[in-house]
């Protein structure tokens, strides 16, 4: 019986290029196929950042959502949906796979960190052999480019989602030193909101595309109210500051 591919989770890392572990980059350049999640009619991140390393010769599977916000996800819909979608891409990949190929599926950050990598995981890791490789977080560029230490000592770190209710956010935010909001984008109101509850506003910083171009930094307490964020921002609450 032929052996089958082997199914690659790639982090690419937040967006700089120079940001590519050499791994990384050995297996993307070494896969016939190459497969990465976008907004419909956009380039995608992922896209982007390994341009400059993708061949002619190489298969791109896009694997294109049906909707990203269009639908909430405590709609029925959303999870109904999506598992649809996620069990199309799977069988995607997994004829290429079946077929001896190896496919790398690329990802913004890291693989295993928010990204809809897993979903494919979760599908095919039984029936395949897998291999992921981890990548630099949006998070870790995003305090690097604010240049502010994050944790010191024993701080304890919260990562919270902006998705969740700001009621949610304050209580979390009262057993932490530090936090890292992601998915911050059209839930920055909340999440402000929340952080001023929490008396943390003043603490806060926001990075907008960290470490990507268009990248800015600024004390989330100077920035209009009424600006929207764009999808690649993160909100960072720095621990305790000079400890030493
Ligand atoms: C679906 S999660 C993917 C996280 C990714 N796998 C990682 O390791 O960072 C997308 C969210 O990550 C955050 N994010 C990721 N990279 C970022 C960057 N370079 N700059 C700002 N925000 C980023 C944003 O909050 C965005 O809404």
């Given at each position: 019986m032929m052996p089958t591919g082997t199914l690659y989770g790639i982090g690419l890392g937040p967006g700089d290029p120079e940001l590519i572990t050499l791994k990384a980059l050995r297996l993307?350049?070494?896969?016939p196929v190459v497969a990465a999640f976008s907004k419909a009619?956009?380039?995608?991140?992922?896209w982007t950042i390994a341009a400059p390393h993708l061949r002619e010769d190489q298969t791109r599977l896009r694997l294109e959502y049906p909707f990203t916000l269009e639908v909430s996800v405590t709609d029925p819909r959303y999870h109904r949906e999506m598992g649809v979608f996620y069990e199309a891409c799977a069988a995607r990949l997994a004829e290429h796979l079946e077929a001896g190929r190896d496919v790398a599926v690329i990802c913004e950050g890291d693989p295993f960190?928010?990204?809809s990598y897993m979903y494919l995981h979760d599908r095919l890791v039984e029936r395949f052999p897998v291999q992921v490789v981890p990548g630099i977080t949006g998070m870790s560029a995003c305090w690097t480019q604010a240049n502010t230490p994050i944790t010191h000592g024993d701080d304890v770190l919260t990562v919270l989602p902006g998705t969740?209710?700001?009621d949610t956010l304050v209580e979390r935010l009262a057993h932490t030193d530090a936090a890292v909001f992601m998915k911050v984008g059209r839930n920055l109101p909340r999440v402000r909101?929340?952080?001023?509850?929490a008396g943390m506003l003043e603490r806060a910083l926001l990075v907008e595309r960290?470490?990507?171009?268009g990248e800015r930094v600024q004390r989330l307490a100077e920035r209009a109210e009424d600006?929207?964020?764009p999808y690649f921002t993160i909100v960072l609450v720095p621990g305790r500051q000079?400890?030493?």
């Open positions: 993307l350049q070494a896969s009619g956009r380039t995608g991140n992922a960190f928010y990204g969740l209710p700001e909101s929340a952080l001023a509850r960290g470490s990507m171009e600006e929207p964020a000079g400890v030493r």
